[in-house]
């Protein structure tokens, strides 16, 4: 069974930092594409960032450039978002998801809110 | 970066009757579309990917078409747990882009 087990979230300050961490298990972790996908409150989904099996390809959307910083690490089957420079607009729930192109398995989900 | 738009917002729908949603692309994604569900208080759930191909889960009253810049999901006959809201999302470019979602409601 695959699983996404997401870990990390919580209150920061604007101009903070955070870091998630999702841990995967079910499927091969190393041979897939990983995700990270938000959700504001109340509002839509948007795609934040996503990374290839063997980290050579890294995408972000424009907003979190330069401040958010995906990772993984194969041998823990895990997946990271380094999160710096919070503002208000980044608070949203977080979704690590398995696959660069069209997510088929997500995490719980965790709540970042950044508020002073 | 592409736009996608889905209409209508809000869709009121009672069960057993057909539902039908739609997204628009900004330029041509080809197929490279997929279909999300989200019900309250969980994370999405991939329904529809290649435009058309049913994800693992869901049953044949699901359908999606459409290629380039129109597509369409399908539920022919509306059952209780199908009320949900329904997002498109591109993967033809990146940025990955999602439609603001459709919400499916109980008449």
């Known amino acids: 069974e695959v699983q996404l087990v997401q870990s990390g979230g919580g209150l920061v300050q604007p101009g903070g930092s955070l870091r998630l961490s999702c841990a995967a298990s079910?499927?091969?972790?190393?041979?897939?594409?990983m995700s990270w996908v938000r959700q504001g409150p109340g509002k839509g989904l948007e795609w934040v960032a996503n990374?290839?099996?063997?980290?050579?390809?890294?995408y972000y959307v424009d907003s979190v450039k330069g401040r958010f910083t995906i990772s993984r690490d194969n041998a823990k089957n895990s997946v990271y978002l380094q999160m710096n420079s919070l503002r208000a607009e980044d608070t949203a729930v977080y979704y690590c998801?398995?696959?660069?192109?069209?997510?088929?398995?997500w995490g719980q989900g965790t709540l970042v809110t950044v508020s002073s | 970066e592409i736009v996608m738009t889905q209409s209508p917002v809000t869709l009121s729908v009672s069960p057993g009757e057909r539902a039908t949603l739609s997204c628009r692309a900004s330029?041509?994604?080809?197929?490279?579309l997929a279909w999300y569900q989200q019900r309250p208080g969980q994370a999405p759930r991939l329904l529809i990917y290649?435009?058309?191909t049913r994800a693992t889960g869901f049953p044949a009253r699901f359908s999606g078409s459409g290629s380039g810049t129109e597509f369409t999901l399908t539920i022919s006959s509306l059952q209780s747990e199908d009320f949900a809201v329904y997002y498109c999302?591109?993967?033809?470019?990146?940025?990955?882009?999602f439609g603001q979602g459709t919400k499916v409601e109980n008449k």
């Open positions: 079910g499927f091969t972790f190393s041979s897939n594409w």
């Open positions: 999302q591109q993967y033809n470019n990146w940025p990955r882009t």
């Open positions: 990374i290839k099996q063997d980290e050579s390809e890294k």
């Open positions: 290649g435009a058309s």
């Open positions: 330029q041509s994604v080809s197929s490279n």
């Open positions: 998801a398995k696959g660069g192109r069209f997510p088929d398995y």
